[in-house]
């Protein structure tokens, strides 16, 4: 016996147990599902290859080096043109695998145990034929950018019933309903598996959707609801994959009216440019359900979404990642969205994410800039903070009717930069009564003097009207050009007519 182990030593190049097999590593959460982490690991001696399946990404061991007894594993997921990377430390212990891995290398490594699974469970799932492409029919909503309320920038897991409920109370009766502001989204998280005829579950945080629809419609507003693509969402629930018209169908039931539909997952499966079959199955499930329901596309703007979004019956895309509460991050997606601006119109939106505004990142000067941009764009205005708790000042931020009525203008042309010096910039969007809505921007980090030349937007001298969005005042102007002092980071909003 003690001649044997020590061949299988020195045969798998001094590491002696095999660690060849499923393993799970099993989180409970407090909404009743399971986090699960699978390592599908084969080990040769001192080699082992397989797969490692966290949250929304599946890893293909790509690199293993023995160490300490155990094993250090990259794993290498190949995501349109990024790689991906994840690297496990892994250790036989008894019959348990220990496994440490760093989320991210400034945090401390997280220490997990896993167990031996049955082979084949946690699998990712065989990939599935994708539909011809087609023009999926329009469905007659979102003629103007959709506006409300979404859980995820600041409640992220931490969304429930209760806070949907809250949510609606505080738009039914806070003047954000009648400034326009609709639609109450749940993001991700509300998953919980599917039973045995593959309906998708709620988990413990929401006890019965159907019930928290009927409650958010019964204050005159409109529930949304969040899926993927793919096997798993980002946050590594359960998403539609296989199930596309099973989901329409239930969410139809429920009293769904907005569905947010995330790629994640799907990026195992799929290529980029494979995004619109997957889509339009969707988009085909949706219009299959009898109920109307806003298609929300979140794929980050890969594969020139703007140019396809339309044709799969998407009623707005995301152009970019994901938005943080920063100025940085605020501004880097919000001035970049000009090149893209032929692409919205009425029922198809370009979307730069949703707002931050209150959320406390920012000054209010720069949720002042950060409102008046989204309604240059002609951008989805979905709220993204606290609902309850938020000051006098935001309140009036998120409902300034003179911008909202900018972003919500009928003509749905979106506005593009009009002229840029190093810290200044320039913005400008027609409007449907012939008049126009021109943003100031000052982008650098001391207050600075704005130059706009009337000649650039195609009036002779000052327009006769003038009015500033936030002062709610009207200016009287003369001249070509109009100098204005704007606050750093502020902006300076006018609509103008002749
Ligand atoms: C992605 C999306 C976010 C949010 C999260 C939820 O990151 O871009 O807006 O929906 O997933 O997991």
Not at 265 to 281: D, H, T, V
Not at 382 to 390: E, F, I, S, V
């Amino acid at each position: 016996m003690k001649v044997f182990s020590l061949l299988l030593l020195l045969a798998s190049g001094g590491v002696a147990a095999d660690l060849t097999g499923n393993w799970v590593i099993n989180n409970p959460l407090p909404d009743g599902t399971d986090r699960r982490t699978y390592l599908d690991l084969k080990q040769e001696g001192d080699r082992v290859t397989g797969h490692i399946r966290v949250t929304q990404f599946y890893y293909t061991v790509t690199e293993s080096k023995p160490e300490s007894g155990g094993f250090t594993l990259t794993g290498t997921l190949q995501d349109g043109k990024i790689q991906r990377h994840a690297t496990y430390q892994v250790k036989l212990a008894g019959d348990e695998l220990h496994v440490s891995t760093r989320r991210r290398p400034d945090l401390p490594p997280t220490e997990m145990v896993a167990h031996r699974a049955p082979p084949g469970e946690g699998a990712m799932p065989a990939r599935l034929p994708l539909p011809a492409l087609h023009k999926v029919a329009y469905n007659g909503l979102a003629k103007t950018p959709p506006m409300g309320w979404n859980s995820w920038n600041k409640f992220a897991s931490r969304v429930d019933d209760a806070g949907v409920r809250a949510s609606a109370d505080a738009i039914a009766s806070n003047g954000m309903k009648d400034a326009g502001y609709l639609y109450v989204n749940i993001d991700d998280t509300w998953e919980a598996g599917r039973d045995a005829q593959g309906n998708i579950q709620t988990n413990k945080k929401f006890p019965d959707m159907k019930a928290l629809a009927d409650y958010v419609h019964s204050k005159g507003l409109k529930l949304g609801i969040y899926s993927s693509p793919g096997p798993n969402t980002c946050a590594g629930y359960e998403g539609s994959y296989g199930h596309e018209e099973q989901d329409a169908k239930t969410y139809a039931k429920w009293g769904i009216d907005y569905l947010k539909y995330d790629w994640c997952g799907a990026r195992n499966i799929y290529q980029p440019e494979e995004m619109q079959a997957l889509y339009q199955k969707m988009g085909d499930a949706l219009i299959a359900s009898g109920r109307k329901i806003v298609y929300s596309l979140c794929q980050y703007g890969l594969d020139d979404v703007w140019k396809w979004g339309p044709d799969v019956g998407g009623n707005l895309w995301r152009t970019t990642g994901d938005i943080h509460d920063s100025w940085a991050s605020m501004s880097k997606i919000g001035f970049n969205q000009s090149d893209i601006a032929q692409f919205a119109g009425p029922g198809h939106w370009n979307d730069p994410d949703m707002l931050e505004i209150g959320n406390s990142g920012m000054t209010d000067t720069e949720y002042k800039s950060h409102m008046s941009l989204w309604s240059i764009l002609a951008a989805p205005l979905l709220a993204g903070n606290d609902l309850q708790h938020m000051s006098p000042e935001i309140l009036a931020i998120l409902t300034n009717r003179e911008v909202i009525a900018i972003d919500q203008d009928s003509l749905g042309k979106q506005g593009t930069r009009v002229s840029q010096s190093s810290d200044t910039q320039i913005w400008s969007r027609d409007l449907a009564d012939g008049s126009k809505a021109i943003g100031l921007f000052n982008l650098g980090s001391d207050s600075a003097q704005v130059s706009l030349k009337w000649a650039d937007l195609a009036y002779k001298t000052a327009p006769l009207h003038v009015r500033d969005l936030w002062l709610h005042k009207d200016l009287k102007l003369d001249g070509p050009e109009y100098n204005a002092t704007v606050p750093s980071h502020g902006v300076l909003m006018l609509r103008v007519h002749e």
